[in-house]
């Protein structure tokens, strides 16, 4: 069956956001697809060492955007009713101070990034907040080559047809649907000839799939600004992986993720050669 999903929050919280002028360069909404994006935190812990996220895509007919749910519920109402947010914050501490602290990373999100395609017109532009401050970046609209195979199976009661590409540094495994002829998918990956609703790299460290989509009463879709009120900043493509890997792998980093819960990110002081984590894309220089 074919399952619909109508988020009263997220609809309250686009809401929201347009009324404070918090998006730009709008556009109709055609379609929104919900995804469970998984990450594996520990390569030789996989069956403990990872987390699970809900993530929407949500496209235009020019453009398209990426991000989390919780992330974008959290970032909307702080920047757009930052009283209501801290009040909601202090009532949760004030109820259950250490079930708040465990479940804060939960509620605000721990995949950061937000993923724009074709914004501006022929280029991808990804913004995340890390080291304290937003960053963010553009770069060439670059698509994965795929080779497509007749193998398939159903996704949300949808046929869908396997394919492969080496991207970014990984080799990508996607099932799309030709019943929705939408070029698109979740993070980076697109260029197929109907609507990706499942992918994974060839080592499972990341794997995404769809569990419901809507494609009437969407909010629009556009560029969220609000973190250009506090300052952003922008760098090249390398630069901004370059920094967020040393960012990661730090012990800084490690002690700012434990503190909200995150029981794979333990500060590294065990004196061996530590595995050094990296997002979906691998292709960049890690020693700038």
Known sequence: MKRILTYMLLASAAALMNAENWVRDTEPAILEVHYTRTEV???TKRETDYFKEE???RIGNGMSRYCS?????????MHNNPGLYFQMEAASFEKDPKEHDRTALERSGRYGSF??????????????YFEMQDWRYEEEWEKPEWEISDESKEIIGYQCFKATADYRGRRWTAWFTPEIPVQDGPWKL?????????AS?????FHFIANGLMQTSISEVGFLCYREKRGVRNVTRDKFFNSWWKYANSNFGAK?????GGKDAQPKNTGKKEQHRDKEETDYPHDL
């Open 55 to 57: 993530t929407m895509l």
């Open 201 to 205: 790299d060839n080592h499972r460290e």
């Open 69 to 77: 749910i919780p992330r974008f519920y959290r970032d909307s109402l």
């Open 256 to 260: 700012m993720a434990a503190m909200f």
């Open 41 to 43: 935190t520990d390569t």
């Open 115 to 128: 993923i724009y395609k074709n914004y501006p017109e022929g280029k991808v532009t990804e913004t995340a």
């Open 190 to 198: 697109c260029g197929l000839p109907g609507l990706i609703l499942e």
